[in-house]
């Protein structure tokens, strides 16, 4: 089974500023999907990024990018020119790219809770 | 509909009762999926629809948790006999037909379950 750990609980950078939240898991497959969501106080999950695992080439999205190491199973995120409106708890994830019905499903990490300062 | 609708927003239930949480999920949309949220945690795979397919019901944690999906749409997550530890905000995803390789889900915003 695939397991998402993330260690920071909580992290918190001044605005403006750039953070990097840390990922890793554990998987013996090889092609699989990774992604970033992002929880604000509404509760609903936000999409911020996802990545490939075929792909080498490091995923980007506006001030969001990933660090992805495969050999390492990390799978950091950056946010740059960090903005008030960043703030959120923001969950790492896996999907497995399997056919089978199981598949499917995301595991989540347990979550980072982010601050941004003034 | 534009989103994943989910419905109450919030509910307050005695120890013992029975609920049902419902979800309805985006138009087009053939795969939903049920998580659970406790307190400072992580998402918990419970349940995925897909299609006409049998269900995956291989994350509900006992046999007081139900699942339906009626025609393909809405899905309605029930439990029984609830009980304190069932206290968590259930959240309901979508996403379109297997395997779009690339796709993520778009989550509803999810019901707060209180058993007191």
């Known amino acids: 089974a695939q397991t998402v750990t993330q260690s920071q609980p909580e992290m918190s950078v001044q605005e403006a500023e750039t953070v990097t939240l ?3 898991y554990d998987t013996s497959e090889s092609d699989y999907y990774l992604f970033w969501y992002k929880q604000p106080p509404s509760r609903q999950m936000i999409l911020v990024i996802r990545q490939e695992a075929y792909k080498q080439q490091n995923a980007t999205e506006n001030r969001f990018s990933v660090n992805f190491q495969k050999a390492a199973k990390s799978f950091s995120l950056k946010i740059s020119d ?3 409106g960043d703030a959120a708890m923001y969950f790492c994830a896996y999907r497995s ?3 089978k019905t199981s598949g499917s499903r995301l595991t989540f990490g347990e979550g980072t809770q982010l601050t941004v300062n003034p | 509909g534009a989103g994943v609708s989910q419905s ?3 509910k307050v239930t005695e120890k013992g009762k029975d609920v049902e949480l419902r979800c309805d999920p985006i138009s087009g949309h053939t795969a939903l999926y049920w998580y659970r949220q406790s307190l400072g945690q992580g998402l918990e ?3 995925y629809f897909q299609g006409n397919s049998a269900p995956d019901k291989s994350g509900l944690p006992s046999d007081r948790f139900s699942a339906e999906r009626t025609g393909g749409s809405v899905s309605t997550l029930t439990i029984q006999r609830t009980q304190q530890e069932d206290s968590a905000v259930y959240l309901c995803a979508s996403s379109l037909v297997m395997p779009i390789r690339k796709s993520g889900y778009t989550f509803g915003s999810g019901t707060r379950l209180t058993v007191v």
């Open chain 1, 82 to 84: 960090s903005q008030l």
């Open chain 1, 22 to 24: 840390s990922c890793t």
């Open chain 2, 45 to 47: 795979f419970l349940i």
């Open chain 2, 8 to 10: 109450p927003s919030n």
């Open chain 1, 97 to 99: 790219a399997s056919g």
